[in-house]
T-cell receptor, first 112, second 118 residues
Framework: AQSVTQLDSHVSVSEGTPVLLRCNYSSSYSPSLFWYVQHPNKGLQLLLKYTSAATLVKGINGFEAEFKKSETSFHLTKPSAHMSDAAEYFCVVRASYDKVIFGPGTSLSVIP | DTEVTQTPKHLVMGMTNKKSLKCEQHMGHRAMYWYKQKAKKPPELMFVYSYEKLSINESVPSRFSPECPNSSLLNLHLHALQPEDSALYLC?????????????????FGEGSRLTVL
């Protein structure tokens, strides 16, 4: 069975400081892993994805994530937070077209 | 073109009304999805269509009726809804894994339809 844990329901950072959003997963198969961002009253936008190529994945808006199989983790990072990064972030595991598992989400606040 | 378009963006309806939500994509994706999302929660899967056939119905009440008229369009017909059905309804599409591969690509989401049931 697949599952996703996002270790922090809320993260608050100051503008210009690093961002770390944590995600751990379990999967019976080698999954594809994704991070999505959702701004208020908007749909979900893909930030980045891991599909068994490079373990360090670069995404849009300066975000990146590292796949660590031994730790079953896929943490999202950004060197310097911007006010526009304030949003809800979802870690997603996908093992097939119909098995898509969302984490509970992490709300990121950026303090000016 | 990597867009999923949903209409209407906002919908207010009474419990006796019949309305429909529409979703369109032109990326050649053969899997399309309806999700329901409540505030501060992740999306919950409602239906999956694969090659225009309903492949998954996550025990959704019959007051929600999906339809996939062709490979680009997905509808969600609404009838006799309850106030607790008020939510953001998201449509998504993706490629379908070919052969025995279970490695698949990302879901592409629309902006959603904000539904309020009075």
């Amino acid at each position: 069975a697949q599952s996703v844990t996002q270790l922090d329901s809320h993260v608050s950072v100051s503008e210009g400081t690093p961002v770390l959003l944590r995600c751990n997963y379990s999967s019976s198969y080698s999954p594809s892993l994704f991070w999505y961002v959702q701004h208020p009253n908007k749909g979900l936008q893909l930030l980045l994805k891991y599909t068994s190529a490079a373990t360090l994945v670069k995404g849009i808006n300066g975000f990146e994530a590292e796949f660590k199989k031994s730790e079953t983790s896929f943490h999202l990072t950004k060197p310097s937070a911007h006010m526009s990064d304030a949003a809800e972030y979802f870690c997603v595991v996908r093992a097939s077209y119909d098995k898509v598992i969302f984490g509970p989400g992490t709300s990121l606040s950026v303090i000016p | 073109d990597t867009e999923v378009t949903q209409t209407p963006k906002h919908l207010v309806m009474g419990m006796t009304n019949k309305k429909s939500l529409k979703c369109e994509q032109h990326m050649g994706h053969r899997a399309m999805y309806w999700y329901k999302q409540k505030a501060k929660k992740p999306p919950e899967l409602m239906f999956v269509y694969s090659y225009e056939k309903l492949s998954i119905n996550e025990s959704v009440p019959s007051r929600f009726s999906p339809e996939c008229p062709n490979s680009s369009l997905l509808n969600l017909h609404l009838h006799a809804l309850q106030p607790e059905d008020s939510a953001l309804y998201l449509c998504a599409s993706s490629q379908v894994a070919s052969g025995r591969s279970i490695r698949t690509g990302e879901l592409f989401f629309g902006e959603g339809s904000r539904l309020t049931v009075l």
